[in-house]
């Protein structure tokens, strides 16, 4: 079983920033990618950044040079710093980490966080 801890999030002003820091925990033989989503009321849930296990890299095309998603100092953390923040960043922010463990592949996703961004 993986579980993951997210944290960060909170209240900030337009062009602010704030970091998001999700980390994976369980026996996890190896992690595939690590990516964030995010939720805007009355809107799916959409890809915002994703990582791979490489550290290939991509985006959604609305956080382009504001966000920037890394692997932290240990292989089960990733980061997302973001900068530049916009109202319409607005969302609970969602953890996602696809690997495999004893049993087979995993795909988990952690708890929300709040980001509100006003304007």
């Keep these: 079983q993986v579980h993951l ?3 960060g999030g909170g209240l900030v002003q337009t062009g602010g920033s704030l970091r998001l820091t999700c980390i994976a925990s369980g026996t996890i033989f190896s ?3 690590m990516g ?3 939720q805007a009321p009355g809107k799916q849930r959409e890809l915002v950044a994703v990582i791979s296990a490489g550290g290939t890299t991509n985006y959604a095309d609305s956080v ?4 920037t998603i890394s692997r932290g ?4 953390t990733v980061n ?3 900068d530049s923040l916009k109202p319409e960043d607005t969302g ?4 996602n980490v696809r690997g495999v463990i004893l049993k087979g592949t995993f795909d988990s996703w952690g708890q929300g966080t709040q980001v509100t961004v006003s304007s």
């Design 5 to 7: 801890v997210v944290s």
């Design 31 to 33: 992690i595939n990618a």
């Design 36 to 38: 964030w989503y995010r």
């Design 64 to 67: 382009k040079g504001r966000f």
């Design 73 to 76: 100092n240990t292989e089960n």
């Design 80 to 82: 997302l710093q973001m």
């Design 92 to 95: 609970v922010y969602y953890c």
